[in-house]
């Protein structure tokens, strides 16, 4: 018999685990599926805009993968800060950390910390609920906000503060920011990016919704966008940035539809500043222009952008879990092929997949493949630490090493509480947004 822990209930997590359990080569898997939350599925839940049904249903597979009888999830359990990695190997034969990019990566320029400036992923946790969310202030008295970043985050974001309340009545959007986006007097979104639209990260589906809000429009300033030399000719792009500029071109044809909120989109500017005393009022962005080479440069001349809202989505990176070996340059966990390196040295029995792995990178089905390769280097491995005995009971000893872990029960109750929060709101399933009330459904309390 293999023990193994996967920490972790993302996708990456989630895959790891099921690759584990339906492989033939080692007989008598079973997996522990450990999450600081108590909620399964990571950034699927806690990630994807609330209008996104359609890959919101994602959960529907991964719970399939979770309800296998050789799985066992565990949430409420903290590993690192509060269970070391060192302890975990004593009650499992091996470790897979699955635990993303947790952190935003910074923009590094001055009055960045003022009230008012968040990271794009502040903002989404608020939307979707996640405990750990700030209780908001995001939107209320903001009149223009500037999203700085042009890849699917910041199309979220602008979306959402674009949608009205009762476009996202439907959805499960906790009832504290539900009332505070119905409140919202936003109404320029400026989405800037400091090259061009044929460099924009975000994917044409994405993009075509900004266009197709009934209560905003979507506007490119068509002088900057010229800058970029495929604005007129993409006929030689690849065939996603071709579709992108398609897009854009005829956004700035159309423009002037006065459908009330408006979303600009603005190309080669480089923010240098968030100006203001006691809150942001502005943005400063330099100019930029083409370098030839797929870059740009900066061309000394500066523009400001009101803002009462900046909410910044320039990428993610991973954090350092405590007693795990961390590549503070990649913002990465060191490995070979999915095995954990310590001094250059693999580690026995400690692995990694997702994006501890190999960085902020790929789509969510990118996980699955991430994940056998991992899986396949600890199978390889299992016969050197497969023999070690452990202790007989892994939910006693995560008790005994002072953990509380919630079960799938526990989660099961937490759905519940959920949908019968949404009919006495008079709304859909609605997330529950705090802790207390988290651990309260998922021990029948509440």
Known sequence: MLRVAVVGSGPSGVYTAQALVQQRDVPGVTVDVLDR????????????????????????????????????????????????????????????????????????????????????????????????????????????????????????????????????????????????????????????????????????????????????????????????????????LPAAARRNVEVLRGWDREAGRGRGRRIRLRFFLRPVALLGDDAVRAVRFERTEPDGRGGVVGTGRFEEIEAQLVLRSVGYRGVPIPGLPFDSENGTVPHDRGRVLRDGVPSPGEYVAGWIKRGPTGVIGTNRSCAKETVASLLADAEAFGGRRLPEDSLAALRLAGQEPVRWPGWLGIEAAEAALGRRLGRGTVKIPDWDGLLAAARGQG
């Not at 042009?150 to 959805?171: F, H, I, P, S």
């Open 37 to 236: 939350l108590p909620c399964p599925y990571g950034l699927v839940r806690y990630g994807v805009a609330p209008d996104h049904e359609k890959i919101k249903s994602l959960q529907s597979n991964l719970r399939e993968a979770l309800e296998h009888p050789a799985v066992t999830f565990l949430g409420n359990v903290r590993v690192g800060d509060g269970l070391a990695p060192r302890r975990l190997l004593d009650l499992y034969h091996a470790v897979v950390y699955c635990v993303g990019a947790a952190a935003d990566r910074r923009l590094g320029i001055p009055g960045e910390d003022l009230p008012g400036s968040f990271s794009a992923t502040e903002f989404v946790s608020w939307y979707s609920a996640h405990p750990d969310a700030a209780p908001g202030g995001f939107v209320l008295g903001a009149r223009s906000a500037v999203v700085i970043g042009v890849g699917n985050v910041a199309v979220d974001v602008a979306r959402v503060l674009a949608r009205g309340a009762d476009e996202l009545r439907a959805t499960d959007v906790p009832d504290a920011a539900l009332a505070a986006l119905a409140d919202s007097r936003v109404a320029d979104i400026h989405m800037v990016g400091r090259r061009g639209p044929a460099q924009a990260k975000f994917t044409t589906k994405e993009l075509r919704e900004l266009g197709a809000l009934p209560g905003a429009e979507a506007l490119v300033e068509g002088g900057e966008a010229a800058l970029d030399p495929a604005w007129e000719d993409a006929s030689g």
